[in-house]
DNA sequence: GATTATACGTGAAAAGATTCACAAAAACTA
DNA sequence: TAGTTTTTGTGAATCTTTTCACGTATAATC
């Protein structure tokens, strides 16, 4: 199958709204519905659709339940997928705080980071010894991996995730890694997103005032 | 000007790359050099350089100064950038926490809650009540805001913002804002962006399975 | 049961982003 | 200083993503 990247997420977000419109009681939509509340049109929802053989009926829309199912089926739902995080930061803490991944498939299995000062192996998730990456995920046979430490450790943290057998990975470290072709990585730079949201809000006001005189 | 987003967003890290570079008293490179760091091709950086009139020098590719003084004009380093927070949770948190923002013009001048329990007015930057939110953004000029609330709170915070004079907002409230047009959202969903991983990676063991048969 | 209205599904067109290909400028060489 | 090499800068071509346009199926209406 083609990656669609774009089409893929835009999937998981049609699959989040509808749980949530399913938990207030509805039982059929239409596309344009689905559009509004994502904020795109219904033809892009159409489209994402035909892409990967979800349909509906024509004139009468959309089943919550049958699309919610063919949305779980083709987005593994029912695979259980566990997680490590490197990196005990702020990031990374933050992650492993944050409760909705459970819900959605998503198991956050151990912390990994450098300073003892912060591990605590009964914790759950524990936080781990760094040294214990490579066996830990080589054991339990984890396929997805946070990387969340200072960019200059973030090659290392990488290499020992690969040889481990990560598949994955989620990179907050601001820098480009050097990986096999076959590691997905997606490369996540809050500093950057909110840079660019100042810099357009600086452009828009010179284009502006620029327009006006 | 164009919005040309994803060359801005290269920009940035160009930027980013460069004061490195410095720091380790490269003076010159090539357009190659740059690529090969940033994971790109050299086409691509000199194609968004152009698209911006950054220039170099034929056969003697650029000059580090040189180069990061126009970048830092045109992403407008000078101008100083404040930010306000709301939603002073997990990621509100580690956003006030991070220390790499200051130096690049971001200020995070306040954040916002509207549990007491959190507040601080004399920390810096102060935890404050929601309530001033409104007041606070419009006395002190601020443009730049961080949504950092449930999705339930988000819309309700984006319009006091917008009222209060916000141009541009990062989100990460998994849901789709209603907002005029003239403001700048920039959508940071970080489950949506671990859960692509997770499907990434079964997808393509999937792929690898079906073409071993 | 025939007619009509509505919303889906999808090729084709358009828009947007990347890559190609090459002319031209600058530096180095002899 | 003439010739060669290297790297930039950018139109044109390609690839990707989104939007358009419309045929078709289905529910509702008469």
């Given at each position: 199958m083609k990656l669609a990247k774009l089409s893929v997420m835009r999937l998981f977000q049609y699959k989040e709204f509808l749980i949530r419109a399913k938990s207030i009681g509805i039982k059929n939509l239409f596309s344009d519905d689905l559009a509004e509340a994502m904020g795109t049109t219904s033809t892009q929802v159409r489209k994402d659709f035909s892409l990967f053989g979800l349909s509906g009926?024509?004139?009468?829309?959309?089943?919550?339940?049958?699309?919610?199912?063919q949305l779980n089926e083709l987005?593994?739902?029912?695979?259980?997928?566990?997680?490590?995080?490197?990196?005990?930061?702020?990031?990374?803490?933050?992650?492993?705080?944050?409760?909705?991944?459970?819900?959605?498939?998503?198991?956050?299995v151990a912390l990994f980071d450098s300073d003892p000062n912060v591990y605590n192996e009964t914790a759950t998730p524990p936080v781990l010894?760094?040294?214990?990456?490579?066996?830990?995920?080589?054991?339990?046979?984890?396929?997805?991996g946070v990387i969340a430490v200072p960019y200059h450790a973030a090659q290392q943290v990488l290499d020992i995730m690969i040889l481990a057998g990560i598949k994955g990975v989620m990179n907050f470290a601001p820098i480009a890694l050097r990986a096999p072709k076959d590691l997905y990585i997606n490369d996540v730079n809050l500093k950057l997103e909110l840079e660019s949201v100042a810099y357009f809000v600086n452009a828009l006001k010179r284009d502006r005032t620029k327009n006006d005189v």
């Open positions: 009926n024509k004139r009468a829309g959309y089943k919550l339940d049958d699309l919610l199912a987005l593994g739902k029912n695979e259980k997928q566990r997680v490590v995080i490197v990196g005990a930061g702020n990031i990374g803490r933050a992650l492993m705080k944050y409760e909705g991944f459970y819900k959605d498939g998503l198991e956050i010894p760094l040294e214990h990456l490579y066996e830990f995920v080589n054991r339990n046979k984890i396929e997805v």
